[in-house]
């Protein structure tokens, strides 16, 4: 029986998107039943949930942070130890030293794009090593991997600008919405909020281009009785706190309401009772959160930038980010909807949610396995 491991140490909602990407993947992989010797690299807070959740596949714990220098000899380590056929990489941090056949998922490219000293966490001194250490890592997935997986055609044509890699090496395999948001009943413990908002979900790094966004629904709720806010879902880290100062120096403390870590239940509560999902986001490699919001049966204002209009489709309706009054045109647009041209927007967004799905996705991540394995 052939053997593969998968770089789950990303696992959980605590690593945003790439850990949903994580859990969601290896979660319908594990119900198809595959007929492969399955290792799971995790991090060893995640390994009690994994074993109870996986309980067929086998763990191996990795201590070292991602990212750090000690990844780079630990996980060649942990591998030799293990003997794989294959390994999947589920972010582009393979170790440049590794040589083994591997496969790696590229998320997309953003940090090609988006640079300088607001962009990390790192400082003046660290950062240019850091963003080296970055290239190298990338460079090495996409040259030595045996295929290399990304969730849009965008994340495809950014590789193949960048890198000389041939097109055949690069499969498409999309995200989806989790089961639980296309359910119908919410099982929420949070009360949704009382005024009406428009709510953000997602990381506040700065090509999410929130600021834009602030400035936008200010603008409406001072235009519009309706005393609208904007709700931001977001991760209480270094970004936060800096957009904590940049929301008081815009004095938009009173529409601007900012919640942390956010259960599912909840947070397709909020999605659900929400005016619209909106993201004005100028470099995006998929845009889950739209689609847990399309789920949830909420309508979706996006950046008409980067994957989000292959992705969304004709299923969310589209503004110029940069251009403030595009923005402030549709919220208001959508502000305005009766009850009749909502429910077909929902409609329509429902639908289109529900050709993604994970099960096809891992369907197709096998696919790849057994092509790689000469199977």
């Not at 296309?182 to 949070?190: F, P, S």
Request: glycine content about 4%.
């Amino acid at each position: 029986m052939k053997r593969i491991v998968l770089d789950c140490r990303f696992w959980g909602p605590s690593h945003t998107g790439l850990g949903r990407y994580t859990q969601s993947l290896t979660s319908a992989i594990y119900q198809l039943k595959p007929n492969y010797d399955i290792h799971l690299l995790i991090n060893p807070r995640s390994r009690r949930f994994i074993r109870r959740q996986l309980p067929q596949f086998k763990l191996a714990i990795c201590q070292s942070r991602p990212y750090s220098f000690n990844e780079q000899l630990e996980i060649p380590r942990v591998l030799n130890q293990i003997q794989p056929d294959l390994v999947h990489f589920l972010h582009f941090n393979v170790p440049i030293f590794y040589s083994d056949p591997f496969i790696v998922t590229i998320h997309d490219l953003i940090k090609h794009h988006s640079k300088g000293l607001t962009t990390t966490t790192r400082s003046i001194f660290t950062y240019p090593l850091k963003r080296f250490g970055y290239f190298l890592a990338v460079r090495h997935a996409v040259n030595q991997s045996q295929a290399i997986l990304t969730p849009s055609q965008w994340v495809k044509k950014d590789i193949l600008k960048f890198y000389p890699v041939k097109s055949s090496k690069i499969t498409l395999t999309p995200e989806a919405a989790a089961q639980s948001y296309l359910q119908t009943t919410i099982k929420a413990k949070l009360k949704p909020p009382s005024y009406p908002y428009l709510i953000y979900v997602g990381n506040a790094y700065p090509h999410k281009n929130l600021i834009q966004l602030i400035k936008a629904v200010q603008i409406v709720a001072q235009t519009n009785t309706k005393n609208l806010k904007l709700v931001i879902v977001t991760a209480r880290d270094v970004f936060y706190q800096r957009l904590r100062q940049q929301i008081r120096q815009l004095k938009a403390q009173s529409v601007v309401k900012i919640k942390g870590f956010t259960s599912d239940a909840d947070l397709k509560a909020l999605y659900h009772h929400s005016q619209a999902f909106i993201t004005a986001s100028l470099l995006e490699g998929f845009g889950l959160p739209g689609f847990e919001a399309m789920a949830s049966k909420t309508l979706v204002l996006s950046s008409n930038r980067a994957s989000l209009p292959e992705v969304y489709a004709q299923a969310a309706i589209y503004f110029n980010p940069e251009n403030l009054d595009d923005i402030v045109n549709k919220i208001k647009k959508v502000l305005s909807f009766d009850q009749a041209q909502r429910q077909k927007r929902l409609k329509k967004g429902f639908q289109h949610v529900q050709t993604y799905s994970w099960e096809k996705t891992a369907q197709q991540t096998l696919k790849i396995y057994e092509n790689c394995l000469g199977l």
